[in-house]
């Protein structure tokens, strides 16, 4: 089984070292690794974010485990070679368009969320995002208006075959879980989003045993903080699933807890923390790998076949915390590496 591993930017090889080391330690048989730059790395070193040997190890691997792209050195390039468009070229390229993005609150951690721990405990959704539509793909530009005013631009569009592929991971996911599902968009304003609430309402009739309720964006933003024990499973688009689940993040202690799992229709995957490079800490040992180990525990679960594995990083992860793990962003002293070590003793 061969892991494409993608460290990245900024924090991004950082909180890799220590997802890598917890993998050692698991020592699984016919596990191997191959490294590769992607991002702002990648462009410096040769010339483009995303080279086609990057590509080709991640089409060629089992399974890829991504740290995070951003550099602000390369914020004034070209858009098409600033590192971001090394996730979005993966994602697209591979064609995972089905994102999975789990958002609970370890128990531990209820003192270090945003809310009052009685409505922070409740935590416990799974954000299904589209990634491979929606505004974020759509044709943008620069153009000058007729009067000369500069104008930019970026087409948002779902067709129905899209919407549809992603509403059944939602229901599926539903089905695995507690049965509750809700659609989150902007069918009050947005014809996008009129078409998507049309195709989820069509798909519900493939699974009626599923609760499906809708709500609009901003609303969900709202009912995120005022009480996020209502969500099971969220489905979104791909822009309001991205700020949203920031915002849950949050919501569940942190945004270096969550992880993320990018799939195709065969499983295979990407597995990347939700945060990005993080600048304003990177090399400085601050940063929380937790959201990192913890999607290595998604890639062995969903594209490696070994859940018992899964379950050992998972129980470990917990184990830390319990013990009193907490990096600065939990209100901890412990360092990067310090909160790997953490979860290495706690492995059974
Ligand atoms: N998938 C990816 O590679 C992503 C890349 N980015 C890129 O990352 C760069 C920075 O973007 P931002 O908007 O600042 O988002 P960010 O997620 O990198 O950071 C937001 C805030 O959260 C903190 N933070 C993030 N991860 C953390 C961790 N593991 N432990 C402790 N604190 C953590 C940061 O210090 C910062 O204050 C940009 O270039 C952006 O485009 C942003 C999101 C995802
Ligand atoms: C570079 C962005 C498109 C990535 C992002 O913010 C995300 O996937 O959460
Ligand atoms: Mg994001």
Known sequence: MLVALLPGDGIGPEVITQARRVLDALAIDGLVFEEALVGGAAYKATGHPLPADTLALAKRADAIL???VGDPDCDALERHLRPEQAILGLRKELSLFANLRPATLFPELADASA???EVASQIDMVIVRELNGDVYFGEKGMRKTATGKREGYDIMSYDEDEVRRIARVGFETAMARDKKLCSVDKANVLETSQLWRDVVIETHAEYPEVALSHMYVDNCAMQLVRNPGQFDVIVTGNLFGDILSDQASMCAGSIGMLPSASLDAAQKGLY???HGSAPDIAGQGKANPLATILSAAMMLRYS???PEQADR???????ALSGGARSPDLGGT????EMGDAVLAALT
């Open 313 to 319: 990083i998972e129980a470990a992860v917990a184990k």
């Open 115 to 117: 809310l009052r721990p």
């Open 304 to 306: 490696l076949g070994l």
């Open 272 to 274: 990347e923390p939700i």
């Open 66 to 68: 991504f740290g995070a």
């Open 334 to 337: 412990h360092s990067t590496r």
